[in-house]
């Protein structure tokens, strides 16, 4: 098990033993930062450094239920990141019910600065989990290697 710190946010990620892909663990006060510091692990990652940008992406999506709506969500940064070459730092996110709003900020991508992270081929359903522990909303998820 290995603890990961990115600065930029002060978030932080577990990534978790998983025999083929990378498998995290992300803790967070509310459902919002739970997403939000999702994304920043998914960027943090696939480019091994990412700092604030002044790029800015708005989404917004439905879905069915929450483990749904963070699959969808994480999907929709990992295809924009790849399509428009670039690397999110940020996501402010709302959500309401099985709503979600956000707004991504970010930085083009860079060879020189973004090539210390691992490939990241999709978001998994498999072992997807939310929960409560404490205080705290806790993610489990499987990125494909």
Do not use: C, W
Request: net charge negative; hydrophobic share 45%.
């Amino acid at each position: 098990m290995r603890l990961r710190k990115n600065l930029i946010a002060l978030m932080s990620f577990e990534e978790l033993e998983h025999t083929a892909d990378i498998r995290i663990r992300v803790e967070a006060a509310t459902l919002e930062e739970l997403f939000s510091e999702a994304a920043q692990a998914l960027m943090t990652i696939m480019y091994g450094s990412i700092s604030p940008g002044n790029i800015r992406r708005h989404v917004e999506m439905d879905a069915d239920d929450i483990i749904s709506l963070i699959q969808e969500f994480l999907s929709e940064i990992l295809f924009i990141s790849e399509v428009e070459d670039l690397v999110f730092s940020g996501a402010e996110v709302r959500i309401a019910g099985n709503n979600l709003i956000a707004d991504l900020t970010g930085e083009p991508f860079s060879k020189m600065k973004h090539l210390g992270g691992r490939e990241v081929k999709g978001i998994s359903y498999s072992d997807l989990s939310i929960g409560r522990e404490r205080d705290s909303y806790i993610l489990e998820v499987i990125f494909d290697v």
